[in-house]
């Protein structure tokens, strides 16, 4: 069985260590330290230029090229505060963890039916007016909106590996939620107490 090439392991090895490196030490920027590493992967042969091209997820940048001025238009419309006093005005009377707790089942519902990157970026928003509307610091809460629209467990179209499973698995689309619902809880339970810890309000 061919396992690949080892020279090339080597250099695919070697350039995600420099892009990471680069990050770490603040050289550049995430996004272009990776672009640029896969552009060098490109042009030195480590992969071929017709793999680098099929290997790119269409629908996956359009959606989000889209979702990103949706985002925008949902802070700059006022959508996202009204929706923000909509979840502060039930939760006046609450402590400020019990909304938080609600705008991580919010973020995570949303990042079930669409990517959780666009989720990310239309949750964003509300978070930010949240914590100004409570008078917080707003890290906890981009960090509930960050972990919360990773957790898309509970159907096949909400991310792209759980769709590559469902073919080959012969799993059927309500298989998801029966062991992604108690995962989901899992991580709300363990992830809004250390979110607390580390970031705290």
Known sequence: MHLGQPRKLVL?????ALAIMAMLFDFLPA???????ALISLLIGV???????QAIDGPV????????????????SGGADLIANVLLRF??????????????LLSMLLSNVVNNAAAALLM????????????????????VVAVSASCAFLTPIGHQSNTLV??????????YWKLGLPLSLVVLAVAIPLILT???L
Do not use: H, K, Q
């Open 124 to 143: 964003a928003p509300i978070a930010s007016s949240l914590a100004n509307g409570f008078d917080v610091s707003l890290d906890p809460f981009l960090m």
């Open 166 to 175: 469902l073919g080959p698995g012969g799993y059927r689309f309500g298989d």
């Open 31 to 37: 996004a272009v330290a990776m672009s640029t590493a």
């Open 12 to 16: 695919s090895i070697a350039i995600f």
């Open 47 to 53: 992969l071929p230029l017709r793999e680098g091209y």
């Open 198 to 200: 580390v970031w705290p």
């Open 61 to 76: 940048l359009v959606l989000l090229a889209a979702m990103i001025p949706v985002g925008e238009a949902l802070e700059t």
């Open 91 to 104: 939760g006046s009377d609450w402590p400020v963890v019990v909304t938080m707790v609600g705008l991580f």
